[in-house]
């Protein structure tokens, strides 16, 4: 029998075989140990939430060992729900994946598209000609298509897609490119799936990849990342990005021999890699403002681990998110549609939704 100290709700030691527990099994055990409902229990150990969709996963698969550490904190009712919640959300997920598929081929005009690119510093990039708007929006749904496969585990099918995501992206005017940081992040991807493959035939190619990656975020990040720092008050976004960047340059130049050089890119990842770890503790704290685990986990890496600053930034985002939505019902209130009638005189033309702002500057220049 294995021993499990668990503190929070309920503190003390509980004797286990972890070969034959469950999660489900432990979140009961803990929960009638502190008379509540198994539903408002959150069992955290090494800074991630055990959840019961690892279903039928003895302890030991888990890699919960003897003498582990597990945090056990109250959650509300409606996140004990997240089970039913998450497979819902995991469908709504592939339907809109879907919907981006059945237009990937460009077919509808771009005008049924409201397709707005932002900056480091949150401002609208204006995206210039109508090439240059289908580029992005192919891009971005295939570069979106391909860290879904990559999350699912299928890197020969992500590697396909990201493919045709960076041709569609070279369609682009590279000026407004710099701008943003999908095209660098999308190299990066694409070796990490060189990676995951293990196929040393594409050394060579991913030590070039690497080399755009780096540079194109330091064009748009600017250099060691001050730039962005800057723009988002101190914080870090870009750790872990740098950290999966490091850690591929570390392989690909101990596969090319130049030891010293990689030594050198695993060192700083790792170092990255302390940096980026979530106690228990704080991510529970966090939490129980009502924050959800991902949101948590990105706040407090974004702000050094800083509880109080993990608090203000996610209220800061969610005041954001309100603007932002409210931003967009007032631009789509201010797009009309012109009448059935109009197409006897104008054809076709008046199918298209039209601009008021635009519509406003024209008609102020006569």
């Known amino acids: ?161 990201l493919t045709m995501a960076e041709e569609a992206f070279s369609l682009c005017d590279p000026k407004l490119l710099e701008l943003i940081d999908n095209v660098p992040i999308m190299q990066i991807n694409m070796v990490w799936c060189y990676f995951m493959l293990r196929d040393i035939s594409w050394l060579s190619e991913a030590g070039k990849r690497l080399e755009m990656a780096r540079e194109g975020l330091e064009r748009s990040h600017g250099k060691d990342s001050l730039r962005l720092r800057l723009l988002q008050g101190g914080r870090y976004p870009e750790l872990a990005l740098h950290l999966r960047l490091e850690l591929l340059e570390g392989v690909v130049a101990y596969h090319s021999g130049r030891l010293d050089k990689s030594r050198a890119a695993l060192t700083s990842a790792k170092v990255k890699f302390v940096q980026l770890q979530v106690s228990d503790e704080a991510l529970s704290f966090v939490m129980s403002m009502g924050f959800k685990e991902r949101h948590a986990k990105r706040a407090l890496r974004m702000n050094n681990q800083d509880v109080g600053a993990a608090i203000d930034f996610l209220i800061e985002e969610k005041a954001k998110k309100v603007q932002k939505q409210e931003e967009d019902i007032q631009r789509r209130n201010e797009i009309i549609f012109l009448p059935q009638g109009a197409k006897a005189v104008w054809d076709d033309t008046f199918k298209k939704a039209v601009d008021l702002q635009i519509l406003k500057e024209l008609v102020t220049v006569g």
Request: with cysteine.
């Open 1 to 161: 029998m294995a021993k499990l100290k668990i503190g929070g709700t309920w503190a003390g030691v509980l004797e286990v075989d972890l070969d034959s527990w469950t999660i489900p099994l432990l979140r009961e055990e803990v929960a009638k140990r502190s008379s509540c409902n198994p539903h408002s229990i959150n069992l955290i150990c090494g800074g991630k939430i055990l959840k019961d969709s690892d279903g039928d996963h003895k302890l030991s698969q888990l890699g919960i060992k003897n003498n582990a550490k597990i945090l056990a904190t109250r959650i509300c009712a409606e996140e004990g729900k997240s089970i039913k919640q998450e497979i819902m959300a995991e469908e709504e997920r592939a339907a809109a994946t879907a919907l981006a598929e059945r237009h990937a081929d460009g077919s509808l005009p771009v005008e049924d598209f409201n397709i707005e690119v932002e900056d480091q510093s949150g401002k609208k990039v204006h995206l210039g000609s109508e090439t240059d708007q289908r580029a992005i929006m192919m891009g971005l749904m295939l570069d979106a298509n391909g860290k879904r496969l990559i999350r699912q585990g299928n890197h020969k099918d992500a590697l396909e897609v």
